[in-house]
């Protein structure tokens, strides 16, 4: 499986199987993560995790604190498509694989800026 990624009219390819998407909290300035599969049902969410709490980004009550990090499996349904949007005020959006993070920037080899980014599992 792969990873395709839209732009402003830009397309992208990533050959990933799973992959962590990494962002900053625009108001607590925090980390979060979260685990993605990418499936024949499309990408499915496997673990979550954020590095505190605070504003909007409460963990649940099974979460668990690991290593300083708040940890859960959610428990969702495969969805067809991620559409990440950009506020320009906690930094951009990351895709880590095999223990390296590139910002969708870095990915588009151009600036995302404000532009909305969709994620989805490529057409086999």
Request: charged share 20%; hydrophobic share 45%; glycine share 8%.
């Amino acid at each position: 499986m792969s990873l395709c990624l839209a732009s402003a009219g830009a397309l992208k390819t990533l050959a990933l199987a799973a992959f962590t998407l990494a962002w900053t909290h625009s108001v607590e300035k925090t980390d979060w993560q979260e685990d993605w599969r990418i499936t024949a049902r499309g990408l499915e969410l496997v673990q979550a995790r954020v590095k505190g709490s605070g504003a909007g980004m409460e963990p649940p009550p099974q979460a668990r604190l690991v290593d300083g990090w708040f940890q859960w499996q959610p428990k969702r349904a495969a969805v067809p498509q991620l559409v990440l949007g950009n506020s320009g005020a906690a930094g951009e959006w990351r895709i880590c694989a095999d223990g390296h993070c590139r910002t969708l920037s870095e990915i588009f080899e151009r600036p995302i800026g404000a532009n909305v980014t969709v994620m989805s599992a490529c057409e086999p």
